[in-house]
């Protein structure tokens, strides 16, 4: 296997990193400052879309540097997983910067939902807009009211009435529900309590402007509301939709998230890389730049040990998620279970620990809106939950693990029952 990059990654590489520095990384400097000058609140009605940024999408678009994570050549980039990845550590560098290049998430996995398994007429009413950038959408799954962790507890339900698909239930952590273009979400709800547990649940498209749906609040991650996109908790009250809104069709819930979260958490695991490198990199320049009792801080405190058991961990993380990728490249993500699972316990944890670290060097300035790492730990601990729990994942990797050993595990079960 080979994960060098290819030439047209090269090429892409390069035009995105001299964009993210000319560009990106001025406006996001811009949005440090103005996080810190203000307290953002959860009255989500009020948010804004800054004019400086949508022109950035619309310089990026212009460029080509655009939808680069869909691998079909005429809507995307037309690259592959491995390909991409290399792409999207680059982009992880930057706050600003996937949603820049429309690769961000939520939108990049409704996107491949339904490029993958929407009909004729949901590609055309929202796919081909999600694709443009003109709206964004946001993925309700989560519920406050059950152990979520467990999708089959899902209890909000999608019940198909005649020609007609109801939904009734809360959901919460819906990303990217408070921004302003958000148009349409993607529901997962109950629909066959009887079926088979993994054919009971459906995925609907629902726009944002049908009746019976109310956001109820904006979430806040350790103390921020992430405007203007933000996480909310949402309230679907006997929603009223054309069964032709269901995706793929009724109880396919769950092989449309499998198909889902698989290349997302390649796009996610390599962003938390690139966010690491940014954060060795400040953590260095720290070091580097201040004294204490007599010396740089890099030479105090074992941080130069810290700094070679970080570049091993980043290094290591890659690796791995390279392999993921190429994995799904040749054998498709439900045979890269293992590597999957692996990697999103991986990368997060090693993003975590080095901008913990970087804390630490920075003093009171790691904990301030002086830098970026406030951010991006909270970036960390939340990925650390979301697309399912370390402990899940790990529990994944157990299972398929144990399962080369079936004939010892059974004569174990036997000799205890």
Not at 55 to 75: E, H, R, S, V, Y
Request: proline share 6%.
């Amino acid at each position: 296997m080979d994960f060098a990059p290819s030439p047209r990654t090269q090429d892409y590489l390069r035009r995105i990193r001299a964009f993210i520095k000319d560009r990106v990384l001025p406006v996001e400097a811009q949005h440090l400052r103005e996080i810190a000058e203000r307290k953002v609140g959860g009255d989500w009605t009020q948010w804004t879309v800054s004019p400086e940024f949508e022109a950035l999408k619309a310089d990026a678009k212009a460029q080509g540097l655009w939808n680069l994570f869909l691998p079909d050549p005429d809507l995307g980039g037309g690259l592959s997983h491995v390909e991409y990845a290399t792409l999207a550590e680059e982009m992880g560098k930057s706050l600003l910067a996937p949603e820049v290049f429309n690769c961000s998430a939520p939108d990049t996995g409704n996107m491949e939902v339904l490029y993958k398994y929407g009909s004729d007429e949901q590609k055309e009413t929202w796919l081909k807009p999600l694709l443009a950038g003109e709206v964004r959408s946001a993925f309700c799954m989560t519920e406050p009211d059950v152990a979520s962790s467990d999708a089959t507890n899902m209890r909000a339900t999608a019940i198909v009435e005649g020609n007609e698909v109801v939904l009734n239930g809360r959901k919460w952590w819906s990303s990217g529900i408070g921004h302003p273009n958000c148009k349409v979400v993607i529901f997962m709800g109950l629909s066959q309590p009887d079926s088979a547990r993994h054919s009971q649940h459906s995925m609907v498209l629902v726009p944002m402007d049908t009746p019976g749906i109310t956001i109820k609040r904006m979430l806040p991650v350790f103390g921020e509301y992430d405007p203007p996109a933000g996480h909310g908790e949402v309230w679907f009250d006997n929603v009223r939709l054309p069964a032709s809104a269901i995706i793929k069709g009724v109880g396919k819930g769950f092989e449309i998230a499998q198909g889902r979260l698989g290349p997302g958490r390649i796009h996610h695991c390599m962003r938390c890389l690139g966010a690491a490198e940014r954060a060795l990199q400040l953590m260095i320049e720290r070091g580097l730049d201040r004294v204490a009792f007599g010396k740089p801080l890099i030479n105090l405190g074992g941080n130069r040990e810290r700094i070679a058991d970080l570049r091993i961990a980043i290094d290591q993380a890659r690796l791995l998620t390279l392999y993921a990728a190429w994995k799904i490249d040749k054998v498709g993500a439900l045979a890269a279970l293992t590597e999957i699972s692996a990697i999103k316990v991986v990368a997060p944890n090693v993003l975590q620990t080095v901008v913990d670290a970087a804390i630490q060097i920075h003093g009171g300035a790691g904990v301030a809106y002086e830098t970026i790492l406030p951010m991006l730990y909270a970036q960390a601990r939340v990925l650390r939950l979301a697309d399912g729990p370390d402990e899940v994942h790990r529990g994944m990797i157990a299972k398929v693990e144990l399962a080369k050993y079936g004939s010892r595990l059974a004569k174990l079960k036997e000799s205890q029952s």
